[in-house]
Structures are given as C-alpha cells and as structure tokens.
C-alpha cells in the first residue's frame, strides 16, 4: 500500500464541476488526504476560486474574472457544462471554500494571477487555517510573497518536467518552496523521487487520471498523488 497522501484536483472534479462547493463537498466524503483549489481577483478585488483567468469554459458567461465583478460572478451558471443537474452551480469566494473545508480537508491553494498573495493570505490568517492550507503556483512572485507574508505556510512550485531534475530542484529551492509538483509521465522513477527527498523536498505528482497511471503511479511512492478521480485513486492503493 502507497504512503502517498492523495488529493482532489479542484474537488472531485471527475465526476463534479470542478471548483464549485459541489466538487469540494463529494470530495469531503471520499476522505482523501488533501483537495486543492485555484483563485484569481475579481474587477471588485474579490478572490473568487476559478482554474481559467476566463469563464467561458466553465460557465454560461463570458469574460475574463479580473474584468468582472463578485455581483457578475454571482449571475452565472458554473455547473450546466458538467452536467444540467448541475444547474445553478455558483463560482465560490476563497473565503466560502474555507468555511467549507475547515477541519474536515487540508487544502491547496493554486494562486493564477501576480498581486492576489497578500489578499490570499490575509483570508487564509482570517479563518485561522495557517496549518491547514498550503500555496501553490507556477509563478515565482506568488510564492516568493508567501513566504516573505507567512513563512510557515507551505508553499510548492509547480512545473512541467522536462527531463532537468537538479535543475527544478534547485529552481524549487531558490524559491524556498517546500515541495514541487510535477505533471505525471512515465520518465519519473523512484530514484527521481528519493532524491528529491535528499534535496529536503516533497514530491507531488500531477494529474493521475489515466487507468494505467492509477495502477503505476502509487508505486513511485511520491508524497502526494493528485487525481480528478480521487475515488479510483484511493481504491487503488486500498484505501
């Protein structure tokens, strides 16, 4: 069995509309180890939790967030492209996410825009959730203002392998980032893995959604495993 800890990529997102408090619920009731969210800033300097700068993808509206207000977001649709029993979906605030989460699912929080750091964690110090959350992204700047904000919050950079592994570890390390997240391919071997280790960082693997990734990926023994089928992954490694 896998000592990986397993999280769910924008809640239960395989089966749910992904970043509404929908997805965030079901995810709860599966009991993995971590779920994890993205956050973008509202025209009206909201953090609201969307993947895309845009809505077009994931609701009945169109636009980029930063142009939009809390009120606009309010108006749309976030659950009909899933599913029509999913009507009515709304975007969820940050604020919204971690009153639902709060003692029940430790949470990631993928920062997608330069500027939202400090807001991001005035929220997450307001709910008292320090312990409970972590930081992620892809930008430098969020992570490096984390750290400057509330050094104790983890934070992990988050990348696309590209075969440099001593090069992302010590890009990660520059950064002074508790972990990395790689996106999954077949390349990433246990040795990659233990030696992440040995440069004191923590590995989580991104996104491990195929069939024939849910049976092998486990076996890498990485930190963290993160799924939009967090109930397959679980069954996997027996959980």
Aim: net charge positive; glycine share 6%; hydrophobic share 40%.
């Amino acid at each position: 069995m896998t000592t990986s800890f397993i999280i769910a990529h924008r809640g239960f997102s395989g089966s749910y509309p992904e970043n509404t408090l929908k997805s965030f619920a079901e995810a709860i009731k599966l009991k993995p180890d971590a779920t994890e969210c993205d956050v973008h800033r509202t025209s009206d300097g909201k953090i609201v939790v969307m993947h895309d700068e845009s809505v077009d993808r994931t609701t009945n509206g169109k636009g980029l967030i930063a142009n939009l207000t809390l009120a606009q977001l309010r108006k749309l649709d976030a659950g009909s492209w899933k599913s029509p029993k999913f009507k009515g979906e709304k975007v969820p605030t940050l604020e919204e996410l971690l009153d639902l989460v709060k003692g029940k699912l430790p949470l990631l929080i993928e920062i997608k825009d330069y500027g939202i750091t400090q807001e991001t964690v005035a929220i997450v110090r307001k709910f008292k959730m320090e312990d409970q959350v972590k930081i992620i992204s892809f930008l430098e700047e969020p992570l490096l203002a984390s750290k400057e904000l509330a050094p104790l919050i983890p934070t992990n950079f988050i990348c696309e392998y590209h075969g440099k592994v001593v090069e992302l570890a010590n890009k990660t390390l520059q950064l002074k980032c508790n972990g990395i997240c790689f996106d999954y391919t077949d390349k990433i071997t246990p040795e990659m893995v233990q030696y992440l280790r040995h440069r004191g960082l923590f590995l989580n693997l991104w996104l491990i959604n195929k069939p024939k990734d849910i049976k092998k990926a486990p076996t890498l023994n990485a930190d963290t495993l993160t799924s939009d089928y967090p109930d397959q992954l679980l069954k996997a490694v027996g959980r």
